[in-house]
């Protein structure tokens, strides 16, 4: 893994998983986005030459029978030995309203080295860019410190720090602190993986991110940050009763404020989302006659290298990305989908005529 950057193998998993979840974008069906994406990564995970455990999957939270926490994942190999988090689409909701901001995300690290939520589905929040000490803000701190010290390190007055978050009712008394303390508020419906990877991002639309979301998508942020030099704490959100027993008694501490480390260990880490629907972050899926064309972003920690990829996709050529249209009703739509990549002004893949760099 020392050599080896996986993330540019794990983008064609997001890539295809795009394209698939694309195909129901705006069509009112969130369930059969949801499922294309999560069938087509795990074809293509299969294709990975590792070792791979999911630790963030669909599993409990979503009641998806494939990418559940524990399945085995890749094409056999002894090495990489690896967990790997997955959120196939990232926006089920957005992308089956025709909404902005959905994108199909994984992430790898080493083997034991991501946060495993138990029962936990959800969790408190609160990410910074790179530029943010760590030690000068937390979990335990007001949301008025907090805002004061994102909005010194970023030499900005309190007025133009924009704090992002989920758009839920559980957030309206962090809404009115954050706006008491002069910060501007920006809401969104769904996708805070996305979120969270704009507050790192230079010249980016947000500052920084809090509230509560889902503790799996929490710990792919981890992942992306870590990547990016960004930060992210979180706390445990037990949603019940019932919840909270059982994370006690598989010996979670709530009160623990979880920080990047305890969220992602080591600086093996890989990290790849492509677009599904336009967004802040990345471009959607554009389907022209004859193929289509991906946005994504890919990231490996060790080497802190960040790269956006514009991928053009020919049905023509056959590819590991290839989206089997058989069922479809529209008989003029493609059955098959590959890929060729530009990579400072040079297109790699089949039919391309050179091979990549990697």
């Given at each position: 893994?020392?050599?080896?950057?996986?993330?540019?193998?794990?983008?064609?998993?997001?890539?295809?998983?795009?394209?698939?979840?694309?195909?129901?974008?705006?069509?009112?069906?969130k369930?059969a986005?949801?499922?294309?994406?999560?069938?087509?990564?795990?074809?293509?995970?299969?294709?990975?030459?590792?070792?791979?455990?999911?630790?963030?999957?669909?599993?409990?939270?979503d009641?998806?029978?494939?990418?559940?926490?524990?399945?085995?994942?890749?094409d056999?190999?002894?090495?990489?030995k690896?967990?790997?988090?997955?959120?196939?689409?990232?926006?089920?909701?957005?992308?089956?309203?025709?909404?902005?901001?959905?994108?199909?995300?994984?992430?790898?690290?080493?083997?034991?080295?991501?946060?495993?939520?138990?029962?936990?589905?959800?969790?408190?929040?609160?990410?910074?860019?790179p530029?943010?000490?760590?030690?000068?803000?937390?979990?335990?701190?007001?949301?008025?410190?907090?805002?004061?010290?994102?909005?010194?390190?970023?030499?900005?007055?309190?007025?133009?720090?924009?704090?992002?978050?989920?758009?839920?009712?559980?957030?309206?008394?962090?809404?009115?602190?954050?706006?008491?303390?002069?910060a501007?508020?920006?809401?969104?419906?769904?996708?805070?993986?996305?979120?969270?990877?704009?507050?790192?991002?230079?010249?980016?639309?947000?500052?920084?991110?809090?509230?509560?979301?889902?503790?799996p998508?929490g710990?792919?942020?981890?992942?992306?940050?870590?990547?990016?030099?960004?930060?992210i704490?979180?706390?445990?959100?037990?949603?019940?009763?019932?919840?909270?027993q059982?994370?006690?008694?598989?010996?979670y501490?709530?009160?623990?404020?979880?920080?990047?480390?305890?969220?992602?260990?080591?600086?093996?880490?890989?990290?790849?989302?492509?677009?599904?629907?336009?967004?802040?972050?990345?471009?959607?899926?554009?389907?022209?006659?004859?193929?289509?064309?991906?946005?994504?972003?890919?990231?490996?920690?060790?080497?802190?290298?960040v790269?956006?990829?514009?991928?053009?996709?020919?049905?023509t050529?056959?590819?590991?990305?290839?989206?089997?249209?058989?069922?479809?009703?529209?008989?003029?739509?493609?059955?098959?989908?590959?890929?060729?990549a530009?990579?400072?002004?040079?297109?790699?893949?089949?039919?391309?005529?050179?091979?990549?760099?990697?």
């Open positions: 893994m020392v050599q080896r950057n996986l993330a540019l193998e794990l983008v064609r998993v997001t890539e295809a998983a795009a394209l698939a979840a694309g195909r129901w974008f705006g069509k009112g069906d369930n986005a949801d499922q294309a994406a999560v069938d087509m990564m795990r074809k293509v995970l299969n294709s990975v030459a590792m070792d791979g455990v999911v630790v963030i999957g669909e599993g409990e939270k009641e998806a029978p494939m990418l559940y926490c524990g399945e085995r994942i890749g056999g190999s002894m090495f990489p690896v967990d790997i988090a997955v959120d196939p689409l990232d926006g089920t909701t957005l992308t089956s309203q025709g909404r902005n901001g959905a994108i199909s995300v994984i992430a790898v690290a080493e083997r034991d080295a991501l946060f495993d939520p138990g029962p936990c589905m959800y969790m408190e929040k609160l990410a910074v860019g530029q943010v000490d760590p030690e000068s803000i937390s979990l335990d701190y007001s949301v008025r410190h907090n805002i004061k010290w994102v909005a010194r390190a970023l030499d900005k007055p309190v007025s133009d720090v924009t704090v992002l978050m989920l758009d839920r009712p559980r957030h309206a008394d962090l809404i009115r602190q954050c706006r008491e303390a002069g501007r508020i920006r809401l969104i419906s769904d996708g805070d993986v996305a979120g969270a990877i704009e507050v790192a991002k230079t010249g980016g639309p947000v500052d920084m991110m809090m509230g509560i979301g889902g503790t998508e710990v792919i942020a981890a992942c992306a940050l870590k990547c990016m030099g960004g930060h704490q979180g706390r445990l959100w037990p949603r019940d009763e019932k919840e909270r059982a994370a006690i008694e598989r010996g501490d709530l009160n623990k404020i979880l920080l990047m480390d305890d969220l992602c260990k080591g600086d093996d880490v890989f990290f790849a989302a492509t677009g599904v629907s336009d967004g802040d972050l990345l471009r959607g899926v554009r389907y022209h006659s004859g193929g289509a064309s991906t946005n994504s972003i890919v990231m490996r920690c060790k080497s802190g290298t790269r956006f990829v514009e991928t053009h996709h020919k049905w050529k056959p590819s590991v990305t290839n989206i089997d249209m058989s069922d479809s009703d529209d008989s003029s739509a493609p059955r098959r989908a590959g890929g060729a530009h990579y400072g002004g040079a297109t790699f893949g089949r039919g391309a005529g050179q091979r990549p760099p990697w």
